[in-house]
Protein backbone atom coordinates (compact mmCIF):
# COMPACT_ATOMS: atom_id res chain seq x y z
CA UNK A 1 0.00 0.00 0.00
CA UNK A 2 1.57 3.28 -0.53
CA UNK A 3 2.24 5.61 1.78
CA UNK A 4 -0.17 8.82 2.57
CA UNK A 5 2.50 12.10 1.89
CA UNK A 6 -0.37 14.27 3.72
CA UNK A 7 1.50 16.90 5.71
CA UNK A 8 -0.03 17.90 9.69
CA UNK A 9 -1.40 21.44 9.04
CA UNK A 10 -0.50 23.34 12.61
CA UNK A 11 -3.37 26.10 12.94
CA UNK A 12 -2.94 29.19 14.37
CA UNK A 13 -3.91 28.05 17.44
CA UNK A 14 -2.38 24.94 17.55
CA UNK A 15 0.95 26.59 16.88
CA UNK A 16 0.62 29.60 19.06
CA UNK A 17 -0.07 26.57 22.09
CA UNK A 18 3.16 25.30 21.55
CA UNK A 19 5.14 28.71 21.31
CA UNK A 20 3.23 29.58 24.59
CA UNK A 21 4.43 25.99 26.28
CA UNK A 22 8.21 26.66 25.15
CA UNK A 23 7.87 30.10 26.19
CA UNK A 24 6.47 28.46 29.62
CA UNK A 25 9.02 26.05 30.03
CA UNK A 26 11.96 28.83 29.06
CA UNK A 27 10.52 31.21 32.19
CA UNK A 28 10.54 28.21 34.52
CA UNK A 29 13.82 27.56 33.93
CA UNK A 30 15.05 30.82 33.72
CA UNK A 31 13.02 31.17 37.65
CA UNK A 32 14.82 27.97 38.65
CA UNK A 33 18.00 29.23 37.94
CA UNK A 34 17.77 32.53 39.10
CA UNK A 35 16.29 31.82 42.65
CA UNK A 36 18.60 29.15 42.76
CA UNK A 37 21.61 31.91 42.45
CA UNK A 38 20.36 33.28 45.39
CA UNK A 39 20.12 30.64 47.62
CA UNK A 40 23.56 29.35 46.57
CA UNK A 41 24.88 32.99 47.14
CA UNK A 42 23.03 33.12 50.68
CA UNK A 43 21.12 36.00 49.31
CA UNK A 44 18.25 33.46 50.24
CA UNK A 45 19.81 32.09 53.71
CA UNK A 46 19.42 28.31 55.28
CA UNK A 47 16.02 28.18 56.79
CA UNK A 48 14.52 31.42 55.63
CA UNK A 49 10.78 31.01 54.10
CA UNK A 50 10.45 31.83 50.60
CA UNK A 51 7.82 34.60 49.60
CA UNK A 52 5.78 34.11 46.27
CA UNK A 53 4.89 37.61 45.76
CA UNK A 54 8.39 39.09 46.75
CA UNK A 55 10.18 36.57 44.35
CA UNK A 56 7.81 37.77 41.86
CA UNK A 57 8.06 40.83 42.59
CA UNK A 58 12.41 41.11 42.53
CA UNK A 59 12.46 38.70 39.27
CA UNK A 60 9.72 40.57 37.44
CA UNK A 61 7.81 37.26 36.67
CA UNK A 62 4.54 36.12 37.21
CA UNK A 63 3.50 33.47 40.08
CA UNK A 64 3.43 30.86 37.16
CA UNK A 65 6.78 29.98 36.78
CA UNK A 66 7.94 30.87 40.58
CA UNK A 67 5.43 27.93 41.78
CA UNK A 68 7.05 25.75 38.83
CA UNK A 69 10.63 26.52 40.03
CA UNK A 70 9.53 25.74 43.64
CA UNK A 71 8.88 21.86 42.20
CA UNK A 72 12.51 21.95 40.10
CA UNK A 73 14.37 23.26 43.57
CA UNK A 74 12.27 20.70 46.11
CA UNK A 75 13.25 18.29 43.08
CA UNK A 76 17.20 19.26 43.64
CA UNK A 77 16.73 19.75 47.41
CA UNK A 78 17.33 23.47 47.69
CA UNK A 79 14.05 23.93 49.15
CA UNK A 80 12.05 22.28 51.52
CA UNK A 81 8.03 22.11 51.78
CA UNK A 82 7.21 23.33 55.72
CA UNK A 83 3.65 21.73 56.76
CA UNK A 84 1.21 22.93 59.81
CA UNK A 85 -2.14 22.42 60.50
CA UNK A 86 -3.43 25.38 58.34
CA UNK A 87 -1.10 26.05 55.43
CA UNK A 88 2.26 24.46 53.74
CA UNK A 89 4.88 27.13 52.66
CA UNK A 90 8.66 26.71 51.15
CA UNK A 91 11.41 27.29 52.87
CA UNK A 92 15.37 27.83 52.00
CA UNK A 93 16.77 23.88 53.08
CA UNK A 94 19.47 24.01 56.29
CA UNK A 95 22.99 23.64 56.07
CA UNK A 96 23.72 20.63 58.13
CA UNK A 97 26.34 18.02 58.07
CA UNK A 98 24.49 15.44 57.25
CA UNK A 99 23.97 17.06 53.94
CA UNK A 100 27.37 17.96 53.58
CA UNK A 101 28.54 14.25 53.96
CA UNK A 102 26.55 12.96 51.66
CA UNK A 103 27.34 16.11 48.79
CA UNK A 104 31.25 16.28 49.52
CA UNK A 105 31.53 12.75 48.49
CA UNK A 106 29.69 12.78 45.57
CA UNK A 107 31.18 15.77 43.97
CA UNK A 108 35.07 14.42 44.90
CA UNK A 109 34.15 10.73 43.40
CA UNK A 110 32.60 12.56 39.94
CA UNK A 111 35.96 15.23 39.89
CA UNK A 112 37.82 11.56 40.29
CA UNK A 113 36.53 10.19 37.73
CA UNK A 114 37.01 13.72 35.42
CA UNK A 115 40.94 13.51 36.97
CA UNK A 116 41.30 9.76 35.26
CA UNK A 117 40.55 11.31 32.52
CA UNK A 118 42.66 14.38 32.91
CA UNK A 119 45.64 11.98 33.65
CA UNK A 120 45.34 10.68 30.24
CA UNK A 121 45.92 13.94 28.31
CA UNK A 122 48.55 14.37 25.96
CA UNK A 123 51.82 15.26 27.85
CA UNK A 124 51.50 18.80 25.88
CA UNK A 125 47.44 19.18 27.73
CA UNK A 126 48.65 18.00 30.35
CA UNK A 127 51.50 20.02 31.20
CA UNK A 128 49.15 22.91 30.18
CA UNK A 129 46.67 22.93 32.79
CA UNK A 130 49.20 22.11 35.33
CA UNK A 131 50.53 25.55 34.78
CA UNK A 132 46.64 26.92 35.17
CA UNK A 133 46.22 25.42 38.18
CA UNK A 134 49.55 25.88 40.00
CA UNK A 135 49.34 29.34 38.98
CA UNK A 136 45.68 29.40 41.33
CA UNK A 137 47.78 27.47 43.75
CA UNK A 138 50.16 30.11 44.01
CA UNK A 139 47.41 32.59 44.96
CA UNK A 140 45.86 30.70 47.60
CA UNK A 141 49.55 30.12 49.24
CA UNK A 142 49.63 33.80 49.33
CA UNK A 143 46.46 33.79 50.91
CA UNK A 144 47.32 31.25 53.35
CA UNK A 145 51.07 32.89 53.86
CA UNK A 146 49.20 36.62 54.59
CA UNK A 147 47.06 35.41 56.98
CA UNK A 148 44.46 38.18 55.31
CA UNK A 149 40.65 37.39 55.35
CA UNK A 150 39.56 37.29 51.70
CA UNK A 151 36.64 34.59 51.98
CA UNK A 152 35.19 35.68 48.32
CA UNK A 153 39.01 35.58 46.87
CA UNK A 154 39.41 31.76 48.42
CA UNK A 155 36.37 30.65 47.28
CA UNK A 156 36.49 32.07 43.52
CA UNK A 157 39.87 30.26 43.27
CA UNK A 158 39.46 27.18 44.63
CA UNK A 159 35.97 26.72 42.60
CA UNK A 160 38.28 27.69 39.20
CA UNK A 161 40.88 25.24 40.11
CA UNK A 162 38.32 22.70 40.64
CA UNK A 163 36.09 23.44 37.54
CA UNK A 164 39.58 23.38 35.18
CA UNK A 165 40.44 19.91 36.20
CA UNK A 166 36.67 18.82 35.08
CA UNK A 167 36.26 21.62 31.95
CA UNK A 168 39.81 20.12 30.56
CA UNK A 169 38.78 16.52 30.08
CA UNK A 170 34.99 15.53 31.91
CA UNK A 171 32.64 14.28 29.36
CA UNK A 172 29.10 15.68 28.91
CA UNK A 173 27.78 13.54 31.20
CA UNK A 174 30.45 14.53 34.13
CA UNK A 175 29.69 17.65 33.30
CA UNK A 176 26.41 17.39 33.85
CA UNK A 177 26.72 15.81 37.39
CA UNK A 178 29.29 17.83 38.17
CA UNK A 179 27.02 21.32 37.00
CA UNK A 180 24.00 19.50 39.13
CA UNK A 181 25.67 19.10 42.39
CA UNK A 182 28.57 21.98 42.19
CA UNK A 183 26.25 24.49 42.90
CA UNK A 184 25.26 22.49 46.13
CA UNK A 185 28.16 22.18 47.85
CA UNK A 186 28.82 25.75 46.66
CA UNK A 187 25.98 26.81 49.41
CA UNK A 188 28.43 25.17 52.30
CA UNK A 189 32.05 26.83 50.82
CA UNK A 190 30.44 30.12 50.02
CA UNK A 191 29.04 30.35 53.77
CA UNK A 192 32.06 28.77 55.78
CA UNK A 193 35.22 29.56 53.65
CA UNK A 194 36.38 32.43 55.72
CA UNK A 195 36.30 30.25 58.71
CA UNK A 196 39.17 28.31 57.21
CA UNK A 197 41.38 30.48 56.61
CA UNK A 198 43.53 28.87 59.25
CA UNK A 199 43.78 25.44 57.35
CA UNK A 200 44.36 27.21 53.90
CA UNK A 201 47.60 25.53 53.88
CA UNK A 202 46.45 22.06 53.83
CA UNK A 203 43.87 23.10 51.26
CA UNK A 204 47.00 24.14 49.02
CA UNK A 205 49.10 21.10 50.18
CA UNK A 206 46.54 18.83 48.74
CA UNK A 207 46.27 20.79 45.55
CA UNK A 208 49.90 20.36 45.12
CA UNK A 209 49.40 16.73 44.99
CA UNK A 210 47.07 17.02 42.36
CA UNK A 211 48.85 18.81 40.09
CA UNK A 212 51.89 16.53 40.63
CA UNK A 213 49.54 13.32 39.85
CA UNK A 214 48.40 15.18 36.52
CA UNK A 215 52.15 16.21 35.66
CA UNK A 216 52.86 12.30 36.09
CA UNK A 217 50.03 11.39 34.22
CA UNK A 218 49.03 8.75 36.90
CA UNK A 219 45.40 8.67 37.05
CA UNK A 220 44.66 6.89 39.91
CA UNK A 221 46.80 9.01 42.03
CA UNK A 222 45.06 11.78 40.48
CA UNK A 223 41.53 10.66 41.54
CA UNK A 224 42.50 9.68 44.58
CA UNK A 225 43.92 13.00 45.05
CA UNK A 226 41.01 14.69 44.03
CA UNK A 227 38.66 12.41 46.29
CA UNK A 228 40.95 13.34 49.40
CA UNK A 229 40.87 16.70 48.79
CA UNK A 230 37.11 17.00 48.99
CA UNK A 231 37.18 14.36 51.92
CA UNK A 232 39.64 16.72 54.04
CA UNK A 233 37.50 19.91 52.86
CA UNK A 234 34.89 17.78 54.83
CA UNK A 235 36.67 17.24 57.78
CA UNK A 236 37.58 21.22 58.12
CA UNK A 237 34.10 21.94 57.18
CA UNK A 238 33.04 19.95 59.75
CA UNK A 239 35.17 21.57 62.57
CA UNK A 240 33.38 25.06 61.65
CA UNK A 241 29.86 23.44 61.57
CA UNK A 242 31.02 22.57 65.36
CA UNK A 243 31.85 25.96 66.20
CA UNK A 244 29.17 28.13 64.49
CA UNK A 245 26.58 25.59 64.34
CA UNK A 246 24.55 23.75 61.19
CA UNK A 247 22.72 26.91 59.62
CA UNK A 248 18.66 27.32 58.82
CA UNK A 249 18.12 24.27 61.33
CA UNK A 250 14.39 24.49 63.09
Known sequence: M???S????RTPAVAAATVAKA???TSVTTAFLKIRELIVQGKL???????ESDLCEHLKMSRTPVRGAFFLLE???YVLEHRNASKSRMVVAPLTMDDAGELYPIIGRIEGLAGRRAAQLPPA???ALAVQLEAINIRLREIARNRKLAGGSIFDLDREFHRLVVGAAAGPRLRRLHQAIEPQAERYW????SSILGDLHRTVAEHEAIVAALRSGDAAGLDEALQVNWAKGLERLAGVIEIFGERGSW
Open 75 to 77: REG
Open 2 to 4: PVS
Open 23 to 25: EHG
Open 190 to 193: RIYA
Open 6 to 9: RKTV
Open 125 to 127: ERE
Open 45 to 51: SPGSWLL
